[in-house]
């Protein structure tokens, strides 16, 4: 997958400690050094016309979106967020529309969880483009990591994988159900599954060092979703986290039907050695590949 | 001037006091509370293919640029970088050449001014994009902003204004000397000329609540810069500072020649109801307009 190649290249280039960071790149957001008790998250996602929605979507749900993945980014880490900044690349037909459009989007889901534009900028640009940069907080015993995955963890999601393909705008980032997790468990790793099932925890697995096996049969899926779009396609934003099987249990016992979300057991954390796989339907077991929704060729 | 009218919309739309929050949309960073003593600045500044640079401009020409725009936005707070995210569009073909071009760039203006690379995005575009953000920290009472104006003060530049539409790519933002005035004088206010003396003085006027008279003869220009273009082209990021009369003479007497870097003084902070106006070589006095290089039209 050439965007990982990417990103470990990029690391091996710029990447190292440094004093005030705690992560770098490689997780959904870096993680600086804050307070006595907090750390500082900081994560950060573009938009582009033709790449990631068509002319058709609406500005207002592009609004939305480029603001809900970066607050799904600091859901994953198991943090609150607070503030943001937009770059918006405008085509140069009816700047003003296309603002007010975006920001109506921008505008509400803010207004959902509470985050605060504070910046950022304006230019002429062919296509419509738009970065999102977001801060926010997590309590240094709370704060989740991809690399924190151990043999014998549980593998869940928080919820029904949606069909990415139909609708991928307007969804709900999980702050509250990570929130919850973080607070009252132990989690031990955590991303988005911005991806799919498939690359995503192929990523928990290699920043963990182990491997995994999910249970296709487990897989809880929306509307129709095929299992195979919910493995590889992604823009499905439910948070796929680990944590040891007394906790998952003590979860499970005290969400479904009580208000705190659902979750759902897909799977299990397993030696190295033994890859990671899926367990399909028929009982065949297959490699779960790292192929998926990829947003560089 | 259409840019001015957008923000001043999203800062209506989207602005407004938050918990945290000392200084949101509006100035070259936003300021958010940190530590005791310091306040955290975060920046924003997107370049665009077409807008900013065209293909001939050489990857890590841009690739310095990028960053050193948003270097530049701290060094005009005050403050001190740390850390950037990168966001990249990346055109379909060849897109490790272009990462790599970039982040030749990129590494070399980071590893001048201690600024660590943490994290980011890579999607294709059509048109290459890079929205860099940057945090950096600045001491609360160090803390320069563009409101702090008062009529009587002494209007200062870092240096002669360059000539942007010859050489806008490979500059050097201007952070010791920021450090060095905010370290030992009373700046009442500072932007970065990215725009043009002209829409950035007003810029500052606007803020404060001020008149000001600039003295055309008093503007140094490097290379045969027209004071046309020193005026209202901009692209040059030397950083144009007020402060009173008693701390502007302490600085002149204290630098020029003393390897502090060398200041120069271009006019005077007057009443609101005076406008923003320049006096030019031949002794006429004309309105200094908000106009400028804009990167919407």
Redesign the interface.
């Known amino acids: 997958m050439?965007?990982i190649i990417?990103?470990d290249?990029?690391k091996k280039?710029?990447?190292?400690p440094?004093k005030?960071?705690i992560e770098?790149?490689g997780d959904d957001?870096?993680v600086?050094e804050?307070?006595a008790d907090k750390y500082?998250l900081?994560?950060?996602?573009?938009?582009?016309q033709?790449?990631?929605f068509t002319s058709e979507a609406g500005l207002e749900n592009i609004g939305w979106k480029a603001v809900a993945v970066n607050i799904s980014d600091i859901a994953a880490m198991g943090g609150v967020p607070?503030?943001i900044?937009v770059?918006?690349?405008?085509p140069?037909k009816d700047?003003?529309r296309a603002?007010n459009g975006l920001?109506k989007g921008?505008?509400k889901i803010?207004g959902i969880f509470g985050v605060?534009?504070?910046?950022?900028?304006?230019?002429?640009?062919?296509?419509l483009?738009i970065?999102v940069?977001i801060?926010g907080e997590v309590e240094r015993k709370r704060l989740v990591k991809r690399s924190g995955a151990r043999p014998g963890d549980v593998i869940l999601v928080t919820g029904p994988i949606r069909n990415g393909k139909k609708d991928h705008l307007r969804f709900m980032p999980r702050v509250k159900e990570s929130r919850y997790l973080v607070g009252n468990y132990s989690v031990s790793s955590m991303m988005d599954t911005s991806d799919g099932i498939g690359p995503d925890l192929n990523r928990i697995c290699r920043a963990s060092g182990a491997g995994a096996r999910i249970h296709a049969a487990c897989v809880p899926l929306s509307d129709g979703t095929p299992l195979e779009d919910a493995l590889y396609y992604g823009e499905s934003f439910e948070l796929i986290f680990t944590m040891p099987p007394r906790d998952a249990n003590e979860l499970l016992l005290n969400t479904c039907g009580r208000g705190n979300g659902c979750f759902y057991v897909i799977g299990e954390i397993t030696a190295p050695g033994d890859g990671v796989t899926v367990k399909m339907p028929g009982g065949r077991t297959a490699g779960l590949k790292t192929k998926g929704f990829c947003?560089?060729?």
């Open positions: 050439k965007e990417l990103i290249k990029i280039m710029v990447g190292g440094a005030g960071l770098g790149i957001c870096a600086l804050y307070s500082l900081w994560g950060a996602d573009m938009l582009v033709g790449t990631h607070k503030f900044t770059s918006l690349g405008l140069d700047t003003s603002v920001y921008i505008k803010c605060r534009v504070v910046g950022g900028d304006l230019n002429r640009s062919e296509k483009v970065d940069n801060i947003h560089l060729s």
